[in-house]
């Protein structure tokens, strides 16, 4: 599985962003895909994950009502609407693929290249 993001950039404080990730070679082994991050100095969290079928959708509360995972079927592509940014929303955001929505959580199977995110205030 290859995954390709983009999208991150410099935004203010209470700004938006929309982040892609073009997925290729995905099999029905990999059906959850979503994004994790890392802030400079700590380790790398769960941000969203979702199946490809789009029947589940799980977040991390810090983002909860603010981020939104989707995914386009035609173009095989994740999306991660990031709405309300704060500073403490700055990290580098990586795209990943996993055999499960729970298993993506903990260790994705695959990851993408990081796109940064900066939210000044």
């Known amino acids: 599985v290859q995954l390709q993001a983009s999208g991150g950039g410099l935004v203010q404080v209470g700004g938006s962003l929309r982040l892609s990730c073009t997925v290729s070679?995905?099999?029905?082994?990999?059906?959850?895909v979503g994004w994790f991050r890392q802030t400079h100095g700590k380790e790398r969290e769960f941000v969203a994950g979702?199946?490809?079928?789009?029947?589940?959708?799980s977040y991390a509360e810090f983002v909860k009502g603010r981020f939104t995972v989707s995914r386009d079927n035609i173009d095989n592509t994740v999306y991660l609407q990031m709405n309300s940014l704060k500073p403490e929303d700055t990290a580098v955001y990586y795209c990943?693929?996993?055999?499960?929505?729970?298993?993506?959580?903990?260790?994705?199977?695959?990851w993408g290249q990081g796109t940064q995110v900066t939210v000044s205030s």
């Open positions: 070679g995905r099999t029905t082994m990999h059906s959850a």
């Open positions: 979702m199946h490809w079928g789009g029947s589940s959708k």
């Open positions: 990943v693929a996993g055999g499960s929505v729970g298993g993506l959580r903990t260790r994705p199977d695959f």
